[in-house]
C-alpha cells in the first residue's frame, strides 16, 4: 500500500453511463494528479491540483470533469465516454507542485482500469 | 520539443546477470531525475533518484548513473531477480516544465529464470 488509494480497481461501462473514479491520499501531500496510461504510451497527464486549485488541464475532453474537494481526495468525473477512452487511471500525489522533484517525486495510487464498451 | 525516451522498449535478461535500462533525455535544463517501477496491477513505485550535480548514485542492488554531456540516465540493477520483472521509468524534471515530472515511455524488463 503506498498511501494512495484508487477505487474502483476495474470499472466496465457503457458509452452512455455516468461514473466516477475516487483517489484518497493520507500522505499530507498537496499536490494530486489524474494520469491515462494507455498500452505502448507514455503517462499522461490529464490534470494537476495544487492546494484544491486546478493548476492544470492538459486539454483533456469535456467527457472527463476532475474534482478536489480538499487536499486528501480527488475525483474523476466520466460521462459520455469513448471506447478509445478505455486505460488505466492513475492518481498521484505530491508534496506540493513546486516541490514534486525535491521530495521523491509522485506517489502513485494503484490506478482503476477502465473499459468503456 | 522536450522529451525522456527510452533507448529499448523491452529488455529480457537472464536471472542473476546485471540489467541495464538506458533512458535520453532533450532538456538540458532538467534538475531531477527519479526511475519508477511498475508491476503489472500496480502503479509505478520510486526506485532511486538522482539530482544533475550528481553522476552516480546507490541504492540496495540499483545504481543510477547520468551523463549529463550526453543527457543520457541509465538504471543498473545487479544480480537480477524474476521479481525485478517489470516496466522501468525514468523521469525528469526541470523548472522550465512548471516542476511537473515528465515520464519516458517505459521499458519493459523480463526475467528468465
Known amino acids: 500500500e503506498t498511501g494512495v488509494t484508487q477505487t474502483p480497481r476495474h470499472l466496465v461501462m457503457g458509452m452512455t453511463n455516468k461514473k466516477s473514479l475516487k483517489c484518497e491520499q493520507h500522505?499530507?501531500?498537496?499536490?494530486m494528479y489524474w494520469y491515462k496510461q494507455s498500452a505502448k504510451k507514455p503517462l499522461e497527464l490529464m490534470f494537476v491540483?495544487?492546494?484544491?486549485?486546478?493548476?492544470e488541464n492538459n486539454s483533456v475532453p469535456s467527457r472527463f470533469s476532475p474534482e478536489c474537494p480538499n487536499s486528501s481526495h480527488l475525483f474523476l468525473h466520466l460521462h459520455t465516454l469513448q471506447p478509445e477512452d478505455s486505460a488505466l487511471y492513475l492518481c498521484?500525489?505530491?508534496?506540493?507542485?513546486?516541490?514534486?522533484?525535491?521530495?521523491?517525486?509522485?506517489?502513485f495510487g494503484s490506478g482503476t482500469r477502465l473499459t468503456v464498451v | 520539443g522536450e522529451s525522456v525516451g527510452l533507448h529499448l522498449p523491452t529488455l529480457s535478461v537472464q536471472e542473476g546477470d546485471n540489467s541495464i535500462i538506458n533512458c535520453a533525455y532533450s532538456?538540458?535544463?532538467?534538475?531531477?531525475f527519479i526511475w519508477y517501477k511498475q508491476e503489472s496491477g500496480k502503479g509505478p513505485q520510486f526506485i532511486i533518484d538522482?539530482?544533475?550535480?550528481?553522476d552516480k548514485r546507490q541504492g540496495q542492488r540499483v545504481t543510477v548513473l547520468l551523463n549529463k554531456t550526453v543527457k543520457h540516465l541509465s538504471l543498473q540493477i545487479a544480480a537480477t531477480q524474476p521479481g525485478d520483472s517489470a516496466v522501468y521509468f525514468c523521469?525528469?524534471?526541470?523548472?522550465?516544465?512548471?516542476?511537473?515530472?515528465?515520464f519516458g515511455q517505459g521499458t519493459e524488463l523480463s526475467v528468465k529464470p
Open positions: 498521484a500525489s505530491s508534496q506540493d507542485r513546486n516541490r514534486a522533484g525535491r521530495t521523491g517525486g509522485y506517489t
Open positions: 491540483y495544487n492546494f484544491k486549485e486546478q493548476t
Open positions: 523521469a525528469e524534471k526541470g523548472d522550465n516544465q512548471g516542476g511537473k515530472l515528465i
Open positions: 532538456n538540458s535544463a532538467s534538475d531531477y
Open positions: 538522482i539530482r544533475s550535480n550528481m
Open positions: 500522505l499530507g501531500h498537496n499536490a
